[in-house]
């Protein structure tokens, strides 16, 4: 159901810190890095359906990373990765994927910029997205946040990004985001913040719509062992058929060190919604992970997220629970192994499913 893109970011996300040597250095700074990923799943229920089919999935995903600026004010990387993936009972869902994304950060102290772009092509499930949907999806961006004194610090940005499905009943989609955040030193390590949000969401099916988000918040170090971010306020959306909403809105993401090996960490939101078949949505989203190093060479993860999707008529409650493990063989080679549960339950019984997802991969960086 989730391709090998899925496999590979949870191998980063249990990278156990260690780099290994480039394939070849280019010029001053840059550097080509080979990547590669083997990788097998077994699906219980590979349309998340609720009369589940399972499969066993083959993932192979060659690439190259290219990174440069190496101790530089401007550094970035180039990724592009190729997967191939082979369904043992149903080979006529076998797919050929292409990703690729850059990004680049500019920082002097004073001045810091961030650039990102990415193209995805993607097949694979959600909880509006039933029966390995085809889709691609174009992201751009671009960030920065000016020191005005002492004290105070400015920072904007822009995204966009456009979604193109290939089967019928999805909705293309286009959106721009601009978020611009006023920064005042509150400590040493705490700043308060004052925000908005400009969001301009247009589809092919449903309504377009346009949210502003009002808000104040803090970022920082909030006490030696908890640090974090957060904006709460007032949220509205407009539709362009008519109608508008009003919700409190937030976002927030928390790390707690329990020990100098294990941290937990936090994450919750309420925000609006436009779903893949162009309907409206109120989403309230709750998370909490533990990662923990238990040697050098073993990691481990735990994590719970809800999710709660208020269509207006009816609220849909999405539970997902993961166990993750890496054992990191050597600076070129990592282990990745998890187990993944999912639970959908609605009004709707006919769209309910339940998921039990087996993952092993080895993940190779020269």
């Not at 690439?63 to 993936?85: E, R």
């Not at 001045?111 to 691609?136: C, H, M, P, W």
């Not at 999805?170 to 908005?196: A, I």
């Amino acid at each position: 159901m989730k391709n090998i893109i899925r496999i590979s970011l949870l191998s980063a996300s249990l990278a156990a810190g260690s780099s290994a040597a480039p394939f070849m250095a280019i010029g001053d700074g840059a550097e080509l890095f080979l990547t590669g990923s083997l990788g097998i799943r077994s699906d219980d229920n590979i349309f998340l359906a609720k009369n589940a089919d399972s499969d066993l999935i083959f993932d192979i995903a060659p690439g190259v990373d290219i990174t440069f600026g190496k101790n530089a004010q401007l550094k970035g990387n180039l990724t592009l990765v190729d997967t191939w993936s082979n369904y043992s009972d149903n080979s006529k869902l076998n797919t050929n994927l292409f990703a690729g994304a850059f990004n680049s950060n500019y920082d002097d102290g004073k001045l810091k910029l961030g650039f990102t772009a990415s193209y995805t092509e993607l097949n694979q499930n959600s909880v509006d997205i039933r029966g390995l949907t085809r889709r691609d999806v174009f992201n751009v961006g671009g960030n920065t946040e000016v020191e005005m004194s002492q004290i105070t610090k400015i920072g904007a940005g822009v995204t966009f990004n456009h979604e193109n499905y290939k089967r019928k009943g999805y909705t293309d989609s286009d959106s721009l985001e601009v978020p611009l955040n006023f920064y005042y030193k509150w400590t040493e390590k705490t700043d308060l913040s004052v925000g908005y949000r400009y969001r301009d969401y247009r589809v092919d099916l449903g309504s377009d719509s346009t949210d502003h988000f009002f808000n104040v918040g803090a970022r920082g170090e909030f006490s030696p062992l908890l640090k974090g971010e957060f904006q709460i306020g007032l949220n509205t959306r407009k539709l362009d058929r008519g109608g508008d909403d009003t919700q409190l809105g937030f976002n927030g993401l928390f790390t707690y060190e329990i020990s100098p090996k294990t941290s937990l960490s936090a994450n919750i939101s309420n925000d609006f919604g436009t779903s893949s078949q162009g309907l409206q949505q109120q989403n309230f989203i709750l998370g909490a992970g533990i990662s923990t190093k238990l040697s050098e060479e073993w990691m481990m993860k735990f994590a719970l997220n809800y999710r709660a999707i208020d269509y207006g008529t009816r609220t849909d409650d999405f539970l997902e629970g993961v166990i993750a493990a890496s054992y990191t063989v050597s600076s070129n080679v990592k282990i990745v192994g998890g187990y993944t549960y999912r639970n959908y339950s609605s009004d709707l019984a006919n769209i309910e499913f339940k998921n039990n997802v087996f993952s092993v991969a080895a993940n190779f960086r020269y």
